[in-house]
């Protein structure tokens, strides 16, 4: 066990790589509410999905990277007709929505109790390196996923803000009627984002799965996470999904190192409950969300 | 000549409240047309309906001789009508330049956008602003700019003279007649009776949910009545 300061930063940069797979599935949450409207509360379940069939593609073909290729092609494959035919028709009726992916959060459950079973498994790390760091010794595949996590990230971030179609998603995020009349189809983009948004959970899944363990309810510890991030960074505002992830993971992985984990949740609830009395629209939310 | 624009008694509703209560109206190629009409009218509500964000229960809308009516709003647009709406309605998080390339739907249209800077030239400096920091005359110019850039054969125009200052709204009358002579057809609502009667060459007037009188500019020049009767005001 690493002592002094070197036991404190490594508890610090657990959790800030933590922060980043969960800034990676919050983005998609985040995305998926600001351009949709929709509280998909079968987010998490869709991280699970994709740490599941990572443990599936990593049985059957015995190679990690594989799975980070494909799995985010089947999430994509399922989320594309999910928002056609089971949001699109309550599309505008943000309650409705909400009660259907509580649903869909169910079945993708229960469709992974049934196959996958009731009991946690656990994947082998891809990468079995480790890095010493201030006397401590520190895997290398935590430090990768840190990295995957960033880049995907950057990359969303310039699709969104550099590319035409980033400009249209953004356009239907900020005035969907007027996104219309200008000409863009609003529900390509809706699908899109939905899409988008999922694989961004799926890929957070297969990253967390050699980290973690693989069970079919760990999408709940991480959906009650990403609300709060989302919350705290303000809804709808992307920068302030990922700074909130950042900062909320790294004070809870510095925390654990004195705390219980379950103390250390309490204190994300206390900062949210902080930030919420302070700034109700939360840290980057225009005072009208 | 066939109408560029033709709308067929059409019937809208809020709900259960019945606004449009059998509008017909039509713009040839080329021609500014105006709806007046008191606040309530259902100028606005016109406008929305013909543009697909509201359908009709009733009634037909004819652009180019197809019948448009139940197309969603996107593809009214690209058939080649745009829409600047009360209130400008930008995007107000992207920059100027973001809220341009909303409009820029085909490829290659570079030159357009020279050309709506020779038309708009204080948007030029102004491309990397947000456009909610914008003042309300740019905001405008940005909104047209915006319609401009999806090549319409027709613009809808929404009170674009609300809030300018009086060298704005001369401004603004310069850059309609502009469009004009390059043969653009526009449809505009307004409140401001001496704005529409400066540009528009015919006139339409709405009471409670119907058009109630129509004439040109030169049928109005004598007909001060009608101002007073339709609009309650001195002209």
Redesign the interface.
């Known amino acids: 066990m690493p002592e002094g300061v070197g036991f404190i930063l490594f508890y610090l940069i657990n959790g800030l790589i933590w922060g980043l797979i969960i800034a990676l599935i919050s983005l998609g949450l985040s995305l998926i509410f600001g351009v949709m409207g929709i509280v998909n509360m079968a987010h998490g379940d869709i991280y699970m999905i994709g740490a599941v069939l990572s443990f599936y593609f990593v049985s059957l073909f015995g190679n990690f990277w594989i799975s980070l290729l494909i799995v985010p092609l089947i999430v994509a494959l399922i989320a594309a007709p999910t928002e056609r035919f089971i949001l699109r028709p309550f599309e505008g009726h943000p309650s409705v929505t909400m009660i259907a992916t509580v649903g869909i959060s169910f079945i993708l459950q229960q469709v992974a109790l049934a196959t996958f079973g009731g009991i946690p498994k656990k994947i082998s790390s891809p990468w079995e390196v480790s890095f010493d760091f201030l006397g401590v010794s520190y895997p290398g595949y935590r430090l990768l996923v840190a990295a995957i996590s960033a880049l995907i990230i950057i990359g969303v971030w310039l699709f969104l803000y550099r590319t ?1 179609l980033g ?2 998603i ?2 239907s995020m ?2 969907k ?11 390509k983009v809706l699908i899109g984002t939905f899409v988008l948004g999922s694989v961004l959970a799926a890929i957070g899944g297969v990253l967390a799965a050699p980290i973690s363990q693989v069970f079919y309810l760990m999408g709940n510890d991480v959906i009650l996470l990403c609300f709060i991030v989302v919350i705290v960074g303000g809804l709808g505002s992307l920068e302030g999904t990922l700074i909130a992830a950042l900062l909320l993971s790294s004070v809870e992985g510095a925390m654990a190192a004195f705390l219980t984990p379950t103390e250390a949740r309490a204190m994300i609830f206390i900062i949210m409950v902080a930030v919420l009395m302070l700034r109700p629209q939360g840290l980057f939310g225009s005072n009208s969300a | 000549m066939m109408a560029l624009l033709k709308v067929e008694d059409i019937h809208t509703y809020y709900g259960d409240s019945y606004v449009l209560q059998g509008v017909s109206l039509e713009v040839k190629r080329g021609e500014v047309v105006a709806l007046l009409g008191r606040n309530g009218a259902g100028k606005t509500t016109t406008l929305r309906t013909i543009m697909g964000i509201i359908k009709p229960r009733r009634g037909k809308i004819l652009f180019k001789g197809v019948d448009i009516t139940p197309m969603p709003a996107f593809k009214v647009a690209r058939m080649g009508i745009g829409y600047v709406p009360q209130g400008r309605r930008l995007f107000p998080e992207m920059t100027v330049l973001e809220n341009l390339k909303t409009g820029m739907r085909k490829k290659g249209n570079g030159d357009k956008l020279d050309e709506i800077f020779d038309l708009f030239p204080a948007l030029k400096d102004r491309l990397s602003q947000k456009a909610s920091t914008l003042s309300g005359g740019e905001q405008q110019a940005l909104s047209i700019a915006r319609a401009l850039l999806t090549e319409p054969e027709i613009l809808l125009l929404d009170e674009p003279t609300t809030g300018l200052m009086p060298l704005l709204v001369s401004r603004l009358r310069e850059v309609i007649e502009k469009l004009h002579e390059d043969g653009m057809a526009i449809l505009l609502v307004e409140e401001k009776v001496p704005f529409a009667l400066s540009v528009a060459e015919r006139l339409y007037f709405m009471v409670k949910g119907k058009i109630a009188y129509e004439g040109s500019r030169r049928d109005l020049e004598d007909k001060r009545d009608v101002f007073i009767r339709y609009l309650g005001v001195k002209n």
């Open positions: 035409s400009i249209l953004r356009a900020q005035d009627e007027m996104a219309s009349a200008m000409g863009i189809n609003v529900n």
